[in-house]
């Protein structure tokens, strides 16, 4: 009877043997129906049995082997299936087009600054720039600004630190003017690009941090015909051919001559629209000839040299050759704004 319980068992044992894999198929062949199997051997015990069980003993032997067969084969196919399915379907689809790589784009301002030094260098002027941060002297002392000139009061300009010489941030790029007539002999031929700094509101029209550009040419005998000439020449190289360009008489404290810079309207083309305020004109920066004060304050003899100098703003540059009617657009990084400006 021992015989038959032994049968009992490992025909439990095949019911509840889980098969999940490829793994525990082949654990499960080689225990149930290989050549060497618990049943293989259940077979061979055979010829212990006594001759009045053998029938019966074969016959359950039989039927075990063959349900582990059947369980075996169930099985087999269900793995083969399901690592079919594997192979034809991988995690990663190898056959799709690749996730474009999106480029960013250059910011309108960046564009509009390298578009000024490409046209400057072309002229032969050198790129300067310098410091953010500035003392009172770089700022208005040396540009020949009185003692008391309102733009050195608080409404303009950040104080950092006030002393004998006020730390400050730039009003302005003529800053640049001066550190570069300190440290260098005429010939100079530059632009300097930059960031500055006034107390102002922001707006659509105004900003506390703006860019702008500043121009200096002094040698012996430069002459405003000069500065027009050169303005000219920017301005149709920037804007266009048909570009008109005008003088205003004006005044700032470093020129003498002073003028501000007018160009023809874009929109309407000098007739009269609302960006032009109907004028035909609209203002791009000022310009003049260099004071003799500011020669003699950074050690330059100003009856050797004289010069010109002019300054521009970045932005109100950038907003009318591109039609942008809002200041603050090109500080808020608004992607549907900066991706206009991916193919310039
Ligand atoms: N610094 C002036 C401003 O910020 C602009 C300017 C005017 C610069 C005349 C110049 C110049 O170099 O000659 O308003």
Same mark, same amino acid.
């Given at each position: 009877?021992?015989?038959?319980?032994?049968?009992?068992?490992?025909?439990?044992?095949?019911?509840?043997?889980?098969?999940?894999?490829?793994?525990?198929?082949?654990?499960?062949?080689?225990?149930?129906?290989?050549? #060497?199997?618990?049943?293989?051997?259940?077979?061979?015990?055979?010829?212990?049995?006594?001759?009045?069980?053998?029938?019966?003993?074969?016959?359950?032997?039989?039927?075990?082997?063959?349900?582990?067969?059947?369980?075996?084969?169930?099985?087999?196919?269900?793995?083969?299936?399901?690592?079919?399915?594997?192979?034809?379907?991988?995690?990663?689809?190898?056959?799709?087009?690749?996730?474009?790589?999106?480029?960013?784009?250059?910011?309108?301002?960046?564009?509009?600054?390298?578009?000024?030094?490409?046209?400057?260098?072309?002229?032969?002027?050198?790129?300067?720039?310098?410091?953010?941060?500035?003392?009172?002297?770089?700022?208005?002392?040396?540009?020949?600004?009185?003692?008391?000139?309102?733009?050195?009061?608080?409404?303009?300009?950040?104080?950092?630190?006030?002393?004998?010489?006020?730390?400050?941030?730039?009003?302005?790029?003529?800053?640049?003017?001066?550190?570069?007539?300190?440290?260098? #002999?005429?010939?100079?031929?530059?632009?300097?690009?930059?960031?500055?700094?006034?107390?102002?509101?922001?707006?659509?029209?105004?900003?506390?941090?703006?860019?702008?550009?500043?121009?200096?040419?002094?040698?012996?005998?430069?002459?405003?015909?000069?500065?027009?000439?050169?303005?000219?020449?920017?301005?149709?190289?920037?804007?266009?051919?048909?570009?008109?360009?005008?003088?205003?008489?004006?005044?700032?404290?470093?020129?003498?001559?002073?003028?501000?810079?007018?160009?023809?309207?874009?929109?309407?083309?000098? #007739?009269?629209?609302?960006?032009?305020?109907?004028?035909?004109?609209?203002?791009?920066?000022?310009?003049?000839?260099?004071?003799?004060?500011?020669?003699?304050?950074? #050690?330059?003899?100003?009856?050797?040299?004289?010069?010109?100098?002019?300054?521009?703003?970045?932005?109100?540059?950038?907003?009318?050759?591109?039609?942008?009617?809002?200041?603050?657009?090109?500080?808020?990084?608004?992607?549907?704004?900066?991706?206009?400006?991916?193919?310039?």
């Amino acid at each position: 009877m021992e015989h038959f319980s032994r049968i009992e068992t490992i025909k439990t044992e095949v019911q509840n043997f889980v098969i999940q894999d490829k793994e525990s198929l082949e654990a499960f062949r080689l225990a149930y129906v290989s050549g #060497k199997s618990k049943i293989a051997d259940l077979l061979a015990e055979i010829k212990n049995i006594p001759q009045e069980n053998r029938k019966n003993y074969g016959a359950a032997v039989n039927a075990l082997k063959e349900l582990a067969q059947q369980k075996f084969k169930e099985h087999q196919q269900k793995i083969e299936e399901m690592l079919a399915q594997q192979v034809q379907a991988p995690q990663i689809d190898l056959t799709l087009p690749a996730v474009p790589n999106a480029l960013g784009s250059m910011h309108p301002l960046s564009i509009t600054k390298n578009r000024i030094i490409e046209i400057f260098e072309r002229l032969g002027f050198n790129v300067s720039e310098s410091y953010e941060i500035e003392d009172d002297f770089h700022n208005f002392t040396a540009l020949n600004f009185p003692p008391n000139h309102p733009a050195r009061e608080m409404q303009d300009t950040f104080f950092i630190e006030k002393g004998e010489n006020d730390i400050l941030l730039r009003t302005h790029t003529s800053t640049v003017q001066v550190r570069l007539m300190e440290t260098q #002999k005429p010939p100079i031929r530059s632009i300097m690009p930059g960031r500055v700094f006034r107390n102002e509101a922001i707006s659509a029209r105004a900003h506390c941090i703006f860019h702008q550009v500043e121009g200096l040419f002094i040698d012996e005998n430069v002459s405003f015909a000069d500065l027009k000439q050169t303005l000219y020449h920017f301005a149709k190289e920037m804007f266009g051919k048909d570009t008109q360009i005008r003088f205003r008489p004006s005044f700032f404290p470093f020129t003498e001559p002073s003028a501000e810079i007018d160009i023809s309207c874009l929109i309407c083309k000098g #007739k009269g629209c609302n960006v032009c305020k109907h004028t035909g004109w609209v203002e791009i920066g000022g310009a003049g000839m260099v004071d003799p004060n500011v020669l003699e304050s950074c #050690k330059i003899d100003s009856q050797k040299y004289t010069g010109f100098a002019f300054g521009m703003g970045i932005e109100r540059i950038a907003m009318l050759k591109y039609g942008i009617k809002d200041l603050r657009l090109f500080t808020e990084n608004d992607l549907r704004f900066l991706q206009q400006f991916r193919h310039l």
